[in-house]
């Protein structure tokens, strides 16, 4: 066996995909195992002591190391530690773990299940069946010895059909739910919660504290004792603040994600048990009670209805009723049976129907643990995707290369004190120091102080955000996608009217339903839903509210037992009943409808687009089915010639006005059709169509606002709903996402059938102003040479089919698309993903519930919840608009301006203070103790801390702020600047040497042994200026910043350390010079002229600065000529504007022979 293997990870149901979920992306993964060789364990014991702990530390950053240091390559088999590269590119280092385990319990699990089980438990046995297995992160993976490879536990109940889980109605017994937590283990979302002494020793290793400890440890043996210990105490109350929040964060997050409570289950005996939810395992029977619970597990609900509260897993306040799962041999998906599943982390805020006599529901256990929706969610938090964000990989390479320059300085400083015969001791400390000057340790820290005020802003707009570092990449954000029903729309929909509908055309419409004649189509409206009664309050999908209530019925459910309906429907089992309204229509001499109660609902789901329902009158008789959904879906499921021939034209007529258009149909059941037990395949076909429901679902009044301001930013915005393409396309008109002298063309493929082959046109929206026949030729001109735009619309089935058989015309498709409709919440996320590929940075903003995938997949995801904060995206806003995104957009452009800003400075101020040392140790002199302290913590440290507080521009600005460190304006401004920093510091200290009162050093004597001196002096005054003319210099305003005044407390702090070192410089007095080592020099004319270099340093550095600004570097550029842009979008964006002939309006296109390839 080779010792590489994979980890095999079927594809699962867990809701809404992260793009981290270790579940769908598995074969990325790959496993290789090690075991421990003796000898080269006791070596590195031995290299461990002899190094003081340095080889520890190097292997407690690169766990790696330490694997290949003591153990041999073996196969995975015998492995006692994994090296696993996850599909980031990232390692991690995983023990081997083995349980004892019984062999009789394998025989417990059933002749089905036994051969497999066999295998996971038996990789060999010498005198005990052991369980190998390994956790990552937080999910457990098992041996499974005939599959030569490790396993997701979960892979075990993968194939579970519908009929299985029925199966398990029957409970477990103990012995069987033993075995099984051995398996699966404990029931249990752990964060774990690490005790003070191990966050201390694990903050104590960072990188950034044991470079600290270093550089105090060598400022101590330098004798710069104030300087040290100032230093010490600012790490140790860093590094206890740090402490304190990271265990905070743990806590919240772990009392979070842990749910520890007590259920009921059903053992196989009959009897029912009351046990700790941690004890549950998958197959276990769930008896739920009539009041709810917070659930702690995913199920799979077998009898009885609940409503469910999704808002913690999706932020979508609506209840959602869940129904029972159809019994079936397909295989069982949480995804695809979402409506009948109950997720970990949901409260279930009731259940009935059930189980007879009493109320309450029964489903069985099908995911425990990490494995759940919830775990799923909360490991995107502990262990998220790494952020590819320009600015974060440009920052280490800028690290190196202060590295690179401190390596070049102490080569320098190690030649000038060698040659002035200084002893070795000396010699490697001065040397040493230049390396803890160059490369700034508070560096890192320095650049996320943007990012936490961006983040304090947000949240007093309530905007909530659980992932700090993806506020920069607002910044950066080029396309934002949003979500139209709740988002752009209002939530609620008032209705319009209704028109029924039959082979012999439409009726009139009828403004309300409510004045419906009697019949199937009343009826329909009044009980298609899932409308159910919470404390006597009607509760569900605000669309169906507003249905029932404008049909004027009354919703009445099961009271105790039930029974009384039961009985009063001839003995079904009745879930809701619906009774017409009485005398007063009939005064109006209009005959009133029969009650009509419900016995089987199939709930709503976004990939069918439509529900129905069973329904009898009293006594048990006239069984009926109806349907309600998308019209395009309804019709395709209803007999041919009950449909009407104008029900293509008055579908896009209405949709055109921008209304939400439902259409219903029924049929009656045959009377040897027992309606309780009917499958879903059998009620939703052949049916008759019924007619069609307008319903008006107004703009929001601040969308058309914020989509003028993001187009006036050039920010692309684009529509992803499920509604009805002509719908989205007119509600994109009315928010101005397409402009009124704008054309629309759709986008229809085809996918591949027995008889045709995939098929690709693009048609212009049809002219409601042209009378005449207008040709092809003429309607191009006028597209494209005119000077109006267009834009692409296109379907959910359109943009399946294009992705599977034209991916090559995908990525011109995308460019030009606005809207895209009907699409499932799988295609929104695929959506967002292609558009990643084309290297756009993607926003998406939704309202949680069918967006959740896109949410998290998009670079930037909003969810619209009145949530404090939502699990589903990075960033939850309580405002009920889109008011937010330009908010998150200007307040990332602003932290991404200020990271840039910090990142600089703290790096100017390396540069100055290694120019100041190298420059006297030259002299055979170096800075003072308290110099050092004054200038980095009274200077650098407090105007570092405010320099971030300054607020967003109150405008969106075309230009987005760069994000690259290593670009030519940033290297050449800092170059530039160095340049002016030595060049000032030189100038102070020629004008200091040529003075006729200067005394020159004493040379026999070195370092802090020679101060105060002159030349020290002079340095010690430019640089001191220099350090408050760099913070003033990199500090940007206009466009993405407020100007600098608006930051009072930054201004107030510049001009007092100004007066201060003006002060310094000037009139120090005996005591104060005493203190920080300088020379009292009389001459005030030499004074003021090194008040006058300083400013004309800041000067010539202020007015580069705007040079650079202003793009004077770029004609840098011309030498190396141009060059294409690196961004897809953007190249695509040149190619497509020079291509006046596409796309090629009303010509059908086929695959190329690429395709068919590859498709055969």
Not at 1028 to 1050: E, Q, R, S, W
Request: charged letters at 15%; glycine letters at 6%.
């Amino acid at each position: 066996m080779d010792r590489r293997g994979s980890v095999v990870e079927p594809q699962t149901g867990l809701p809404s995909p992260s793009p981290r979920d270790r579940l769908l992306s598995p074969d990325d993964m790959d496993v290789q195992g090690y075991k421990f060789v003796r000898w080269r364990v006791w070596m590195c014991h031995l290299a461990a002591m002899l190094s003081l702990g340095v080889l520890l530390i190097v292997i407690h950053w690169r766990p790696r190391l330490g694997v290949l240091a003591r153990c041999s390559s073996c196969p995975l088999a015998l492995a006692h530690v994994l090296l696993i590269r996850d599909i980031f590119g990232q390692q991690h280092v995983v023990d081997v773990l083995t349980e004892e385990m019984e062999d009789d319990s394998l025989e417990l699990l059933g002749e089905h299940e036994v051969t497999e089980w066999r295998d996971t438990a038996q990789l060999y046995q010498e005198k005990k069946t052991l369980l190998r297995y390994y956790l990552f992160e937080g999910l457990r993976y098992v041996w499974l010895d005939r599959k030569g490879a490790f396993f997701h536990v979960s892979v075990l109940n993968e194939d579970w059909t519908c009929k299985d889980l029925y199966d398990f109605q029957k409970g477990l017994s103990h012995l069987e739910q033993s075995f099984r937590r051995l398996i699966y283990g404990s029931n249990l979302i752990d964060v774990p919660v690490k005790p003070y002494i191990k966050l201390l020793f694990e903050e104590v290793l960072n990188p950034f504290y044991v470079f600290q400890f270093f550089s105090i440890t060598l400022w101590m043996i330098d004798n710069y004792y104030y300087y040290a210990m100032c230093i010490l105490l600012l790490s140790i109350l860093s590094i206890s603040i740090s402490l304190y929040e990271t265990r905070k964060q743990s806590i919240t997050l772990h009392n979070m994600a842990q749910l520890v409570t007590n259920v009921t289950i059903r053992r196989n005996s009959g009897v029912e048990e009351c046990v700790s939810s941690v004890e549950l395992v998958p197959g276990d029977c769930l008896i739920i009670p009539q009041e709810g619970l917070l659930l702690p597990c995913d199920a799979a609900l077998l009898a009885g209805e609940c409503l469910v509260n999704e808002s913690m897993l999706t932020g979508e306040s609506v209840p959602v009723l869940k129904t029972p799962l159809p019994a079936g041999e397909g295989r069982y998906s949480s995804e695809t049976e979402r409506r009948h599943t109950l997720f970990c982390g949901t409260q279930l805020i009731q259940a009935k129907g059930g189980r007879a006599g009493s109320g309450g529901a029964i489903a069985v256990v099908t995911s425990t643990g990490f494995f759940t929706a919830k775990g799923n969610l909360v490991s995107s938090i502990l262990y998220p995707q790494p952020i590819n964000f320009r600015f974060y990989q440009d920052a280490i390479k800028f690290l190196l290369i202060l590295g690179f320059l401190a390596f070049i300085g102490t080569i320098y400083n190690f030649v000038v004190l060698f040659r002035a015969n200084v002893s070795w001791g000396y010699l490697v400390i001065r040397c040493l120091d230049i390396v803890t000057i160059a490369v700034p340790p508070a560096l890192p820290a320095a650049i996320t102080a943007g990012t936490i005020y961006a983040q304090q802003r947000l949240k007093k707009q309530g905007i909530f955000c659980i992932s700090p570092p993806r506020i920069n990449v607002c910044g950066k954000v080029s396309i934002f996608c949003f979500d139209k029903t709740g988002t752009l729309t209002e939530e609620g929909l008032d209705v319009w009217g209704v028109m029924e509908g039959g082979p012999s055309g439409f009726s009139e419409l009828v403004p309300e339903p409510r004045f419906l004649a009697p019949g199937p189509m009343l009826s329909g409206l009044a009980c298609c839903h899932t409308v159910t009664l919470m404390q006597g309050q009607p509760i569900g999908d605000p669309l169906e509210l507003k249905m029932v209530e404008s049909t004027g019925w009354t919703h009445q459910e099961p009271e105790g037992d039930g029974k009384v309906l039961d009985a009063e429907f001839g003995g079904y089992k009745v879930l809701a009943v619906m009774r017409p309204p009485t005398q007063q229509l009939q005064a109006q001499g209009t005959s009133t409808s029969e009650a009509v109660a419900l016995v089987q609902r199939f709930p709503f789901s976004s990939a069918q687009q439509r529900m129905s329902v069973v329904t009898v009158v009293g006594g048990g008789h006239s069984a009926l089915a109806f349907i309600k959904g998308s019209p395009e879906m309804v019709a395709s499921l209803c007999r041919a010639e009950t449909v009407p021939a104008q029900f293509s034209s008055k579908l896009r007529s209405f949709s055109s006005e921008g209304l939400r258009v439902l259409a219903l149909g029924y049929k009656p059941l045959d009377n040897n059709t027992d309606p309780r037990t009917i499958k879903r395949e059998e009620v939703e076909k052949d049916m008759q169509f019924l007619g069609l429901l307008m319903m008006k679902n107004l703009v929001k009044p601040d969308s058309a606002d914020v989509i003028n301001i993001l187009r006036q930013a050039q920010l692309r915005s684009v529509m992803v709903t499920g509604d009805n393409i002509l719908t989205a396309v007119n509600v994109a008109k009315s928010c101005r996402m397409v402009g009124s002298d704008d054309r629309v063309i759709f986008v229809n493929a085809t996918p591949q059938t027995a008889q045709s082959m995939p098929t690709l046109r693009f048609t212009l929206e049809d002219d409601v102003t042209t009378a005449a026949q207008i040709s092809v030729e003429i309607n191009t001109w006028g597209l494209y040479q005119g000077g109006s735009g267009y834009h692409l619309a296109i379907n959910g089935k359109s943009f399946a089919a294009l992705c599977d058989h034209f991916p090559e015309y995908l990525p011109k498709v995308l460019m030009r698309t606005t809207v895209f409709a009907r699409m499932t919440p799988d295609q929104k996320t695929q959506l967002v993903k292609e558009l990643q590929n084309l290297d756009y940075r993607v926003g998406m903003c939704g309202d949680g519930a069918n967006d959740c995938g896109a949410l998290r997949a998009a670079d930037v995801g909003v969810s619209l919840s009145e949530a404090e904060a939502s699990i589903a995206s990075p960033f939850t806003s309580r405002n009920e608009n889109i008011s937010c995104v330009p908010l998150l957009i200007r307040e990332g452009r602003c932290s991404l301006v200020t990271s840039f800003g910090l990142f600089r400075y703290m790096a100017l101020y390396s540069l100055i203070q290694f120019c100041s040392v190298l420059i006297l140790h030259t002299m055979n002199t170096s800075v003072a103790d308290l110099q050092f302290l004054y200038f980095d913590i009274a200077l650098v440290t407090t105007l570092a801390i405010v320099m971030g507080k300054g607020g967003p521009s109150n405008q969106l600005h075309p230009c987005r702020p760069p994000a690259n460190l290593m670009a030519m304006p940033v290297l050449g401004s800092l170059f530039i600047h160095s340049c002016m920093i030595i060049l000032g510091q030189l100038a102070a200290l020629f004008i200091t040497t040529t003075q006729d009162w200067y005394i020159p050093l004493n040379s026999t004597v070195f370092g802090i042994d020679n101060l105060p001196n002159m030349e020290d002096t002079s340095v010690f005054a430019l640089s001191g200026f220099q350090y408050i003319i760099m913070a003033v210099v990199v500090t940007k305003g206009y466009p993405h910043k407020k100007p600098l005044y608006y930051n009072v407390i930054f201004l107030c702090l510049l001009i007092t350390l100004f007066s201060v070192m003006t002060w310094l410089v000037l009139h120090p007095g005996p005591w104060v010079g005493h203190l920080l080592s300088l020379y009292d020099i009389s001459d005030m004319n030499y004074k003021m002229l090194i008040v006058a270099v300083a400013a004309l340093n800041f000067l010539v550095c202020f007015v580069v600065e705007v040079l650079i600004d202003l793009g004077l570097l770029n004609c840098l550029r011309l030498l190396r000529g141009w060059r294409p842009s690196k961004k897809h979008y953007k190249r695509l964006h040149i190619l497509l504007s020079n291509s006046p002939s596409w796309p090629p309006l009303n010509q059908t296109q086929f695959p190329t022979d690429d395709t068919l390839i590859r498709l055969s």
